[in-house]
C-alpha cells in the first residue's frame, strides 16, 4: 500500500464542493489514485503540497513545448521550504487529460540553484495537437496543464488564436483577466510584460490596496523568488497557464521601474543595478516557461527570439529594455526633445536589431507579428504643445530607431506586419507610418496595444486626457482604459483582434466583455470596426 500522502490527507477531510474546486484546479489528478512513489523518490516527504506554484507550458515548437515548475511546499518561506539538495521529478505528457494514452515521460532534476524550478524541453510531439502534461515528486502529483504544439513549419493552417496581456499589479487588483484567459480556448498567450511589480506601492496605490505583497521592495534574489511566488499562488494566475502555452516577455517592472540597459532611474552606479538586474534576470527564468537560450549569463539573458506558426504566422517576440540607451531628457514625457531624435540612440541594441531586421527580410508567412513591450506608434500627449509631448520610454523617445524599423517593414516587404505592445495600462488598437505627420500617408502596418491585466485598478471606459489629445493623433484608431487582455484570431484572409474590458478588477470575477473588435485584411494595413 502506498503511503498517505498530502494529498491523500487533503482530499479526505473536504466536503464534496471543495473536492469539486480541488479537483478543477488539480485536474483530473484529485480524482485518480495517486501514483505509487518510486524507490528514489521514497525518501522525499513534503511539509505541505509541493505544486502550489502551479505548471507552464511555454514556446511551443511543431515538435514539442517547454514545461515548467516550480517545487516549493512552503512557498513564501525561505527556499520555498525546501532542503538545500536537488531533486528528481518525474513528468509525463499525455495525449488526454486523464493520462490514458502517456505519450512520454521521463525525470528532470529541481536544483536548489534555481530555487527547484525545472525547464523540460519535451520533443517528438506531433505537431498542432493538444497535450497535457503534469510532474510528480515524492508521491505528489502536480495539477494537469494543458498545452499545443505550433503547426508543422511551412504548413497550411486554417485559424489561429491566441491572447495578449501583461501588466498585473498584485495589490491593484485582481488576476481576474487570467481566468478569463484560462476560460478561453486559446492556441498561446503572449505575455508582453510586467509580470510581477518589484516596488512599494505609491501614494495613489497605498489608498487602493486591494491585497498586499509580502514585501514592499525587492532587490537580492530571494526577494525576487518571493515575489514570484506570491503572484504564483494567485489561482486566476495559475488558472492562466493551465490553459494554454505562454510566450513569455518581459517589461520594466521585472527588474525595476522604467530601467534602460544598465541604468535604473535612480541613479544607481551601473555595477551595482547590474548585480540587481542579474538577481531579477535568474528569478525571472526560475520562474518562466523558457527554453535554454534564455539560460541566464551573469547580468544578461537571451529572450528574444523567433516562432513560427506553419505558414500563417511569424513571430519576432523583442527585449525592448535590456539594451536600450537611457530614456532622452531625464525620462518622462517631454516637448521639443532633439535627444529623442538622435541616430545613436537604441532601443533594441544592434545585435538584436540586426537579428530582427533579418527575420522581417525572410519573414514567409502570411501575417509578421512583432511582439514587444512599450507602443511604437507616435503619441502625442500634450494637445496644448504645438510640437507635441511624447513620452520618452516609448519609442517616440527613440524615433530615429522606430525609423529605421518601419523603414525595414517596408524595404523588405515584410508580410502583413502587426506590431504588439503592453506597458501603458490601456488598450490602444493603432495604424502605423513613417511620418505619423502625413494624414493622408497610406499605414505601413498595424498595432494592437494591450491594457493591464490589474495595474491602474479598475481604470474608466477612456482616460481622462484622451478627448484632449485625440485630435492630434488620427492614426490612434481605439482606445480604452478598462482593465483587461486582447483575444485575436488570425486566417490566412484576416486577423481579428478583440478588445476584452472587466467592468471592475477591485473586486474578484468580474465579467468579461468584448467592447470593441477590428479587422485587418491580409495585404491592407488598416484597422477596420469588425
Ligand atoms: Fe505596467
Ligand atoms: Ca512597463
Request: net charge neutral; glycine share 8%; hydrophobic share 40%.
Amino acid at each position: 500500500m502506498p503511503p498517505v500522502t498530502l494529498h491523500d490527507r487533503l482530499l479526505a477531510g473536504l466536503s464534496r464542493r471543495e473536492l469539486l474546486r480541488l479537483a478543477a484546479w488539480l485536474g483530473a489528478a484529485a480524482v485518480l489514485p495517486p501514483f505509487q512513489p518510486r524507490r528514489a523518490h521514497a525518501q522525499q516527504q513534503f511539509a505541505d503540497y509541493p505544486f502550489s506554484l502551479g505548471v507552464a507550458s511555454g514556446d511551443p515548437l511543431p515538435n514539442g513545448v517547454v514545461l515548467w515548475t516550480r517545487v516549493a511546499p512552503r512557498p513564501l518561506e525561505s527556499a520555498g521550504g525546501m532542503p538545500p539538495a536537488s531533486i528528481e521529478l518525474g513528468w509525463e505528457v499525455a495525449r488526454d487529460r486523464l493520462f490514458r494514452t502517456i505519450e512520454q515521460k521521463g525525470t528532470a532534476t529541481a536544483s536548489p540553484e534555481l530555487a527547484h524550478s525545472v525547464h523540460v524541453e519535451v520533443a517528438g510531439l506531433e505537431p498542432a495537437r493538444e497535450y497535457f502534461y503534469r510532474f510528480r515528486a515524492g508521491g505528489e502529483i502536480s495539477p494537469t496543464g494543458r498545452t499545443r504544439t505550433a503547426p508543422a513549419a511551412g504548413a497550411a493552417v486554417d485559424s489561429l488564436r491566441f491572447a495578449v496581456c501583461g501588466c498585473a499589479y498584485y495589490e491593484d487588483g485582481y488576476f481576474t483577466a487570467y481566468r478569463r484567459i484560462g476560460e478561453g480556448d486559446f492556441d498561446f498567450v503572449l505575455h508582453t510584460g510586467d509580470y510581477i511589480y518589484e516596488a512599494r506601492p505609491t501614494s495613489a496605490r497605498l489608498n487602493r490596496k486591494v491585497r498586499e505583497h509580502v514585501i514592499d521592495d525587492v532587490f537580492s534574489l530571494a526577494d525576487y523568488r518571493l515575489r514570484y511566488a506570491q503572484y504564483k499562488l494567485d489561482d486566476d494566475l495559475r488558472t492562466a497557464h493551465l490553459s494554454a502555452p505562454f510566450l513569455m516577455s518581459w517589461d520594466d517592472h521585472e527588474v525595476a521601474n522604467n530601467y534602460a540597459g544598465e541604468v535604473d532611474g535612480a541613479n544607481t552606479p551601473r555595477e551595482v543595478f547590474l548585480l540587481r538586474r542579474a538577481a531579477a534576470f535568474q528569478a525571472y527564468y526560475e520562474h518562466m516557461p523558457l527554453r535554454r537560450p534564455a539560460f541566464p549569463s551573469g547580468s544578461s539573458m537571451r529572450i528574444y527570439r523567433r516562432l513560427q506558426f506553419g505558414s500563417l504566422v511569424d513571430l519576432s517576440i523583442l527585449d525592448t529594455r535590456q539594451y536600450r540607451s537611457d530614456q532622452a531628457c531625464g525620462d518622462g514625457s517631454r516637448t521639443g526633445c532633439a535627444e529623442a531624435l538622435d541616430a545613436k540612440r537604441t532601443m533594441l541594441g544592434d545585435e538584436q536589431e540586426r537579428w530582427l531586421f533579418d527575420n522581417l527580410a525572410t519573414a514567409r508567412a502570411r501575417w509578421t507579428l512583432i511582439g514587444q513591450q512599450v507602443f511604437s506608434f507616435a503619441r502625442d500627449l500634450g494637445a496644448a504643445a504645438p510640437e507635441g509631448r511624447y513620452a520618452m520610454d516609448k519609442w517616440d523617445g527613440y524615433a530615429a530607431a522606430r525609423s529605421r524599423l518601419y523603414a525595414r517593414l517596408t524595404d523588405a516587404r515584410t508580410p502583413n506586419p502587426i506590431v504588439i505592445s503592453g506597458d501603458v495600462h490601456a488598450h490602444f488598437g493603432a495604424e502605423l507610418k513613417q511620418d505619423f505627420a502625413d494624414v493622408r500617408a497610406e499605414p505601413i502596418g498595424v498595432e494592437i496595444t494591450n491594457s493591464s491585466v490589474s495595474a491602474g485598478a479598475d481604470g474608466s471606459d477612456v482616460a481622462a486626457d484622451w478627448e484632449t489629445t485625440r485630435a492630434d493623433n488620427p492614426h490612434i484608431k481605439y482606445h480604452g482604459n478598462r482593465r483587461g487582455f486582447i483575444a485575436c484570431t488570425v486566417t490566412p484572409k484576416q486577423m481579428r483582434m478583440e478588445f476584452r474590458s472587466l467592468e471592475r478588477v477591485t473586486e474578484p470575477d468580474a465579467p468579461v466583455k468584448t467592447v470593441s473588435a477590428f479587422v485587418v485584411e491580409a495585404g491592407v494595413s488598416r484597422l477596420s470596426p469588425a
